[in-house]
C-alpha cells in the first residue's frame, strides 16, 4: 500500500506536459539510453583507451634512477710490494641514471594492443546483451498497460449500458411494468463497476511507475501509450546480439594465444647509464668520479617448464566452453520461438472463437434487455447476461493484447 501512495504521488507531481504519447520503440530506445548498465560502455571505452595508453608506453625510452650506500666488511687489494696504491674506501657511494629503449620484442605490443581492443568489443557487446534482455521486461509492462486501458474502455461502456438500462428501468417501475426495487440491482451493479475502476487505477499507475522506473523517464497517468503494429514473420532465423558476443570471444581467446606466443620472443634493447660515486668504474681510483656507459641488451627466456604450451591448451578449452555456450543458446532459443510459434497460433484461434461468442452474446443481451422492458425477467437475468458480454469482451482485449506481446517477445528471441 504504501507503494502505491508513493507511485501515486510521483505519477501526479509530474508535469502533465511531460510526456504525452510514447511508444514500445521509444520505450526501447529511452531504455538502451538511461539504464543503468548503458553508463558501462563508455566507461569500459574510457577504460580500455587508459590500458592501451599504458601498453603503447612500452616502446617510449624507460628512465630509472637509483642511489645507494653501503659499507662492505672487505674491499679489492693490490698485494703488490712499493706501490702507492690506495685500498678502496670500504664505504662506498654511487648514483646512477640509465635510460632503456626497446628495439624489439617479436611484436608484444602490437599483440598486446589487439588483444586489449578485442576484450574492449567483447565487454560492450556483453553490455548490449544485457540491455537487449530488457526489452522483454518492457514488453510486459508496456503490453500490460494496454491491456488495462483496453478493460477501462469496455468497463466503461458496461457502465454506460447500465446507467441507460437504469433509466428505463426506473421508468417502467413508474409506469408499473417493472417489480418495484429492480433498480437497486444495476444501482449495485455501478457500485461493483466503480470498484472495478478504482482497482484498474491503482494497476495502472504501478505499472507506469515500474515502466517509468526501467526507462528513467517520467510518465503519467496522462500519457499515451501507442498501440505497436507488430510486423512479425514466422520462422525467420535467429539474429541475437548474443552470437556476435559468441564470436567476438572467440576471436578474443585467437589473439590471446597470439600473444602468449609473443611473450617468450627475443627482446634486444638498447641501455645507457651515466653515474657518480666513490669509486667509479676506475676500481683504483679511490675518489668520487662519473662515469658512463652505454650498450645493447638481449633477454630471451629459453625454457619456461611448458608454462606457453599450458596457457595455449587453456585457450583452447576456453574456446571450446564458447562453442558449447553458443550451442546451449541457439538450442534454447529455438526451443523458445518454436513454443511462440505454437502460442501465436493458438490465440489467433481463440480470437476467432472469441468474436464469434461476443456475437452471439450480444444477441442473447438484446433478446434479455427486450424481455426486461416488458417485465418478463428480472434486473437480476439482465446483470448476468451483461456481464456475459462484458467478460467475453475482455477475454478477446486479452487475447488480443497476448497476442501482440507474444509477437513483440518472439521478435525479440529471434533478434528481428
Not at 612500452?58 to 659499507?71: I, M
Not at 605490443?109 to 576484450?119: R, V
Not at 441507460?164 to 440491482?185: R, W, Y
Not at 526501467?214 to 507488430?230: G, K, N, Q, V
Request: net charge neutral; glycine share 4%; aromatic share 6%.
Amino acid at each position: 500500500m504504501n507503494r502505491l501512495l508513493y507511485l501515486l504521488t510521483l505519477l501526479m507531481a509530474l508535469p502533465l506536459g511531460a510526456q504525452q504519447a510514447i511508444t514500445l520503440q521509444d520505450c526501447y530506445k529511452l531504455a538502451s539510453t538511461n539504464y543503468p548498465l548503458a553508463k558501462q560502455s563508455a566507461l569500459l571505452k574510457h577504460q580500455n583507451d587508459l590500458d592501451l595508453e599504458v601498453i603503447s608506453n612500452g616502446k617510449l625510452p624507460q628512465f630509472e634512477l637509483s642511489a645507494q650506500a653501503t659499507y662492505q666488511s672487505d674491499v679489492t687489494s693490490v698485494p703488490l710490494p712499493n706501490t702507492n696504491i690506495e685500498p678502496l674506501n670500504k664505504d662506498q657511494y654511487r648514483a646512477t641514471f640509465s635510460v632503456n629503449q626497446l628495439i624489439y620484442n617479436g611484436g608484444l605490443i602490437n599483440a598486446s594492443t589487439k588483444s586489449k581492443s578485442a576484450q574492449l568489443k567483447t565487454q560492450q557487446k556483453q553490455v548490449e546483451v544485457s540491455l537487449y534482455q530488457i526489452k522483454k521486461q518492457i514488453n510486459q509492462l508496456y503490453f500490460s498497460i494496454l491491456l488495462i486501458q483496453e478493460k477501462k474502455q469496455l468497463l466503461t461502456n458496461k457502465q454506460t449500458q447500465l446507467k441507460t438500462q437504469l433509466l428505463e428501468v426506473k421508468s417502467g417501475i413508474k409506469n408499473g411494468v417493472i417489480l418495484p426495487s429492480s433498480d437497486h440491482v444495476l444501482e449495485a451493479e455501478l457500485l461493483k463497476t466503480a470498484q472495478q475502476f478504482q482497482e484498474i487505477e491503482n494497476n495502472k499507475i504501478v505499472l507506469i511507475g515500474n515502466l517509468s522506473t526501467l526507462i528513467a523517464t517520467p510518465l503519467s497517468l496522462e500519457t499515451t501509450f501507442e498501440t505497436p503494429i507488430t510486423n512479425t514473420v514466422l520462422g525467420k532465423a535467429i539474429n541475437r546480439p548474443e552470437l556476435e558476443l559468441f564470436q567476438l570471444k572467440k576471436e578474443e581467446i585467437t589473439l590471446n594465444e597470439t600473444l602468449i606466443g609473443k611473450q617468450n620472443a627475443p627482446k634486444f634493447l638498447g641501455f645507457a647509464t651515466g653515474g657518480y660515486g666513490n669509486p667509479g668504474l676506475n676500481m683504483l681510483d679511490n675518489s668520487f668520479q662519473t662515469f658512463y656507459t652505454v650498450g645493447l641488451k638481449l633477454n630471451w627466456q629459453v625454457f619456461d617448464w611448458n608454462s606457453n604450451k599450458k596457457q595455449r591448451e587453456s585457450l583452447a578449452i576456453a574456446k571450446d566452453l564458447v562453442e558449447t555456450e553458443a550451442e546451449t543458446f541457439k538450442l534454447n532459443t529455438t526451443m523458445e520461438r518454436t513454443a511462440q510459434e505454437k502460442e501465436i497460433a493458438t490465440i489467433s484461434e481463440l480470437i476467432q472463437l472469441d468474436n464469434d461468442i461476443i456475437a452471439l452474446r450480444k444477441k442473447v443481451l438484446e433478446a434479455t434487455q427486450s424481455q426486461l422492458r416488458n417485465g418478463v425477467i428480472t434486473t437480476s437475468a439482465y446483470v448476468t447476461e451483461l456481464t456475459h458480454l462484458n467478460d467475453a469482451e475482455n477475454g478477446l482485449a486479452t487475447h488480443l493484447i497476448q497476442l501482440e506481446l507474444t509477437k513483440a517477445n518472439y521478435n525479440i528471441t529471434t533478434g528481428h
